[in-house]
């Protein structure tokens, strides 16, 4: 038995789909992976495994411009990207009894699909991403903020924006493959029954009528890698410090270098993650140290708050550990959705970019860093599932079997 996953994004969007197919490997299925080409997702794909069948350009030199690319940039990039994957995804999904994509993004995914015969699943990783009425859509770079606050009419609106980027191409390329038009791409894409792969109590989702959503969990895999030496030896050499890392995003210029002034002003060391936004400590005093990619499960559990942007990796794998959050996130994507869970679980703080000033998250830092927070941060880290990858696996095995 063949699987092909599909995604495009940064490590955020890839790696629970590793998870994925690891599980899937597990289970004795052969695994095929349609992904950007950025050297470190073909390494991680290799380690595993998986086979990488590379789709649009690399994701890291996108999201290191110096300036945010216009909205006619981002159109001419999306439809480019749909073009991409018509051409790919037919001769990855060869073979293969079902395709499984995550991200609006993969509008070509459920054509190839179809014209194959094989069984598609839309996977989400955040509850915000899919339509409801209990919740607003996450922000779109490039479309207009709607000016209304009602969420019924927001998610029309985004519907609308959806088509209007994509329908044209997408029923271009269904008429080349004797398929026939769609209306609704966003529904289209997202199909009837799409999986949720996020936990149940972090980021539950509620039911709504004509939408059968399936919440499997997270996808992810135990990390059983050591730390290295040296921030070992940074790490027993004082009080447990304070993470500030941004992992793929590219923060405001000042908010690093304004949350470790607030850090060290209240007597804690730092750690900053460089990213690849290539952060680093503005100075070489003893109680900061600055560090690359590294074993975030393992580390977590010996740091005193994690201050990042939102992403649904970082919020989860924070949470896991029982450490109090200080979130500072983007408007994109699911950055402010799990910015208000973390909130709303009173795991932590959230703070908006323009307001995260040296002052403001002295005060953020001072609630996170209290007794209570860490300990509802401990009481919900118990409550969460580690088995999300497994039970989808096993679901989409089953299935196919």
């Known amino acids: 038995m063949r699987v092909l996953l599909s995604t495009y994004g940064t490590r955020g969007d890839v790696e629970p789909l590793v998870a994925l197919a690891v599980r899937l490997q597990d289970l004795g299925v052969d695994v095929r992976m349609c992904a950007p080409p950025d050297e470190e997702f073909a390494a991680r794909l290799a380690g595993a495994g998986i086979r990488l ?14 300036t945010p690319p216009s909205a ?8 480019e990207l749909v073009d991409a994957q018509f051409d790919v995804l037919p001769g990855a999904a060869d073979g293969c009894a079902a395709l499984v994509v995550a991200g609006l993004a993969q509008v070509a995914a459920r054509s190839v699909a179809e ?5 598609y699943v839309y996977a989400s990783y955040s509850a915000v991403n899919l339509p409801s009425p209990h919740h607003a859509p996450p922000p779109r770079p490039g479309w207009p903020e709607p ?19 994509f329908r044209e191409t997408l029923n271009g390329h269904r008429a080349r493959l004797g398929l026939p038009p769609v209306d609704d791409v966003r529904g289209h894409v997202y199909s009837d029954r799409p999986w949720l792969a996020a936990d149940p109590v972090l980021g539950p989702w509620r039911e709504i009528p004509g939408l059968d959503v399936v919440q499997t969990g997270a996808w992810t895999l135990p990390d059983e890698r050591p730390l290295p030496a040296d921030l070992v030896r940074f790490l027993e050499a ?27 002003a209240r007597g804690h060391r730092v750690l900053v993650s460089r990213g690849w936004a290539d952060l680093d400590l503005v100075d070489d005093r003893g109680d900061g140290f600055a560090i690359g990619e590294v ?21 989860m794998t924070a949470a896991r550990a029982g450490v109090p959050q200080v979130v500072v996130p983007l408007r994109l994507a699911d950055n402010p959705y799990w910015a208000g869970q973390v909130a709303d679980l009173g795991l932590g703080v959230t703070l908006d970019g323009p307001a995260a000033t040296v002052r403001s998250l002295g005060a953020a830092f001072t609630t996170a860093l209290a007794p209570e927070t860490r300990a509802r941060a401990t009481a919900l880290a118990a409550r969460l599932r580690t088995d999300g990858a497994e039970v989808a696996a096993r679901r989409l095995y089953d299935t196919l079997r």
């Open 147 to 165: 000016g209304t606050g009602d969420n019924r009419t927001r998610w029309e609106l985004d519907a609308e924006h959806v088509n209007a980027q």
């Open 295 to 315: 074993n975030h499960q393992r580390l977590f559990g010996e740091v005193a708050a994690v201050i990042h942007h939102g992403g649904a990796g970082t919020t």
């Open 115 to 119: 014209a194959a015969g094989i069984r």
């Open 72 to 79: 006619a940039d981002l159109a001419r990039y999306r439809t």
């Open 53 to 66: 069948m590379p789709v649009g350009p690399p994701v890291r030199a996108l999201m290191r411009g110096s």
């Open 238 to 264: 004082g009080a447990p410090p304070v993470y500030v890392g941004f992992g793929s995003i590219v923060p405001a210029p000042d908010i690093a270098a304004n949350a470790v002034e607030a850090i060290r």
